[in-house]
């Protein structure tokens, strides 16, 4: 590339307020999930009776392929498919290959609860999925059926763990959602069943995602704390970031039998390097995991207008963006309603 090239490159960089770029899309494909993990669906709210969106209700795979070009061409070069949970998304793998045809997507990926992927693995890694992420919060049978809903079995994720591996949808990644007094004691466990797997488990802080998880600040584990533990039976070794905006800190086991991540949005805040935008499964745009509100474009979608309309909307959302909820949970944490989790993806 000249370097004529490169400074039209920089001209056509999509910048928020803060000067964050656009680069990371996360696309929520359905807002069912077949688990009800207290932190995010919990049973009580989203019963047998609630009412989720209608299937005409939710974004179709020409629609969110037709926003993700868009995206793409705004710099974005990461696409993750989340949920609820996306394998419950009828013919998802149809997705994937219509995405991993995109000029200028550089990761595809997908969060999954691995229940679903011993029958899905091979054919999303054919169709073109890079990797997927596995939620799992404790290989101890009581501790998962309560933070599952009592939905599922730990042997039932290590099947969807194997079977991603065996496919090649690598690295695996697990996210763990801490909770003092919770699954906390359990890690020891969960980083001695993967410890020279080349499966990365990465510890995310107990965070006050929505409104309905009950999130107490004294059931949170600082990833310091956490490291300290784990440290006293393994020395680890601090690894550098592999791209501007990973959100989590990397760190490798001394003995070199892998790496483990700490995601620590509550207190070590990362919102200076956020690149991320949400899309929900029903089309409203959301810049921030903890916001209120998003910007409708499934309405514009429908109406028929064009890419170049739909892509000055986005741009007008992108520049305006101002979120830091991380660096400001003191100020805002209790003023206002916040989307919930299972609505936008993690």
Known sequence: MTEQDQNVLKL??????????????????????????????????YDRHFQFLHKSERLSFAEIVRLSRLFVERGVTKLRLTGGEPLLRRDLVDLVGELSLIDGVEDLALTTNGIMLPQHAAALKAAGLDRVTVSFDSL???????????????????DGIDAAVEAGLTPVKINTVIQRGVNDETVHNLLERFRGTGVVVRFIEFMDVGT??????????PSAELLERIEQRWPMEPLDANYRGEVAQRYRYADGQGE?????????PFCGDCTRARLSSEGSLYTC???????????????????????????????????????????????REKIEMYYIGG
């Open 12 to 45: 056509r960089v999509l910048t928020d307020t803060r000067r964050r770029p656009l680069r990371d899309l996360r696309i929520s494909v359905m807002d069912r999930c077949n688990f009800r993990c207290p932190y995010c669906m919990p049973e009580d709210k």
């Open 260 to 268: 483990i991540g700490f995601i620590s949005s509550v207190t070590q």
């Open 212 to 221: 309905l998880n009950d999130w107490d600040e004294n059931q949170l584990v």
């Open 140 to 158: 101890d049978p009581d501790i998962f059926r309560m933070l599952s809903g009592g939905r599922g079995s730990p042997e039932q994720v290590l």
């Open 289 to 335: 995991l903890f916001a209120n509100k998003g910007t409708d474009l499934r309405g514009p979608l429908r109406e028929g207008v064009d890419d170049a309309t739909l892509g000055q909307i986005i741009d007008g959302i992108w520049r305006k963006r101002s979120d830091r909820y991380s660096e400001m949970r003191t100020q805002l944490s209790g003023e």
